[in-house]
């Protein structure tokens, strides 16, 4: 439907009703979401992170390969998550999905992304030291990085970002690279075998993961590394820009006292 819509009208569009309704807002579906088995219902934050769908799904793949119970959401879509894992999460599995890792209790994956309407929301510190306090519970952390922020490099740290596993994904034509950093060789180990099952699997699934050579790695770590160096050059160079703008107007005020 390319214009507007009355959504109690919807159940008549349809010669069959689909069994999933899917909503960013359950208010514009509560007089109709009886003529449905079940309801997916998102927030308006979906409407930006949507297009990471593949992302969110590898990672809860990733997770339940790994033997997660407990997900640690911080900067990442918590509604996106809980709605795709009530599709795609292991029914034999329990699974608890928390903003707060004191909620968490087993092994616990960590999904780190970058939008901000979700970071704003968190009490625990930005770089992400905390959580590993959760020791031996904790597998990992996988940066989703959507927006191409680049949260788990920073300068000087090039060992660190080495000792992560590339997880290249493709969707289309649309390629996306994941950085998991595992808490211990054993979570290293079972990560890259995750993905050398999942990328000998059916080609047709809309999702697919790459396994990369040896070679390949290091291209993708240093390609990594040069982005993530002009994101912060970027920065940097905007921030010194502002800065010299405040001192410019701070001086010609005192000028004119």
């Known amino acids: 439907l390319k214009e507007p819509f009355p959504s109690e009208l919807l159940p008549f569009v349809f010669e069959k009703l689909p ?8 208010t ?5 979401r009886r003529e449905f088995s079940d309801t ?3 927030n308006g934050l979906y409407e930006q992170t949507f297009h990471w769908d593949g992302s969110y799904y590898t ?3 990733l997770g339940a390969y790994l033997g997660a119970e407990g997900i640690l959401c911080r900067g990442a879509n918590k509604v996106q998550l809980e709605n795709l894992a009530k599709i795609h999460w ?3 599995k329990k699974l608890k999905i928390s903003q707060n890792r004191e909620e968490l209790t087993g092994k616990v994956l960590c999904i ?3 939008f901000e309407e979700c970071q704003e929301s968190r009490k625990e510190p930005e770089n992400g030291e905390d959580i590993w306090k959760l020791e031996d519970k904790l597998l990992g952390v996988l940066y989703l990085n959507s927006r191409k922020n680049y949260q788990m490099y920073q300068p000087g740290e090039k060992e660190k970002f080495f000792q992560m596993v590339p997880v290249s994904i493709r969707e289309g034509s649309s390629a996306h690279t994941l950085y998991f950093y595992p808490a211990r060789e054993e979570v290293r180990k079972m990560a890259e075998r995750f993905i050398s099952s999942q990328s000998q699997e059916d080609t047709s699934v809309p999702v697919s993961i790459e396994e990369l050579t040896d070679s390949q790695i290091q291209i993708r770590m240093l390609e990594g590394i040069l982005a993530a160096t002009e994101k912060r050059l970027t920065e940097y160079i905007k921030t ?3 800065l010299r703008r405040e001192l410019e107007l701070v001086t010609q005020g005192k000028q004119f006292q």
């Open 40 to 42: 997916l219902i998102f």
């Open 59 to 61: 990672a809860l793949g």
């Open 28 to 32: 514009g579906v509560n007089q109709i």
């Open 19 to 26: 069994e999933i309704l899917s909503t960013v807002s359950s």
């Open 90 to 92: 292991p029914e034999n």
């Open 240 to 242: 010194e820009k502002e």
């Open 112 to 114: 780190q992304d970058d």
